[in-house]
């Protein structure tokens, strides 16, 4: 599974979108990952920058 973490852009063919951190850590923990891509200004720092 490739992961696609970012709030704005658009997504990639073939790869998951997630929009938050702890979303792409779940999928992580699946360990089905084989590529993630890391968006670094998410924008809320509440829940999480990236």
């Known amino acids: 599974m490739k992961i ?3 709030d ?5 063919e073939r790869w998951h979108r997630v929009y938050w951190p ?14 993630i891509s890391l ?3 998410l924008g809320d720092d509440d829940r999480g920058t990236g």
Do not use: W
């Open 4 to 6: 696609y973490l970012d």
């Open 8 to 12: 704005e852009r658009t997504t990639p």
């Open 22 to 35: 702890d979303e792409a850590i779940e999928l992580l923990k699946t360990g089905t990952v084989t590529d």
């Open 39 to 41: 968006d670094h200004d």
